[in-house]
């Protein structure tokens, strides 16, 4: 969530306000774009890192394959 201050000016490059991510909660007071744009950064690597580090750990996950042709079981009823 982004809430601008009352001294926000675009035009003129000036941006300040609160940014908070909801599902943390953690949150930035920002006086210019530029810490604006870094929390998201740094917010979009935690996310996006630990992401990566969990598809990397399914991929090293082991699966049992059966071999074609292999019988199966049926179950009696």
């Known amino acids: 969530m982004v809430q601008l201050g009352r001294e926000t000016k ?3 490059g000036h941006i300040e ?12 007071r920002f006086r210019s774009g530029e810490e604006l744009l870094n929390f998201l950064g740094r917010r979009f690597e935690a996310v996006f890192g ?3 580090k969990a598809q990397a750990g399914n991929r090293s996950e082991q699966v049992t394959c059966r071999k074609k042709g292999s019988p199966t079981r049926k179950k009696q009823g």
């Open 10 to 12: 675009p035009a003129e």
């Open 17 to 28: 306000g609160w940014i908070e991510e909801v599902d943390s909660g953690t949150e930035l």
């Open 50 to 52: 630990s992401a990566d």
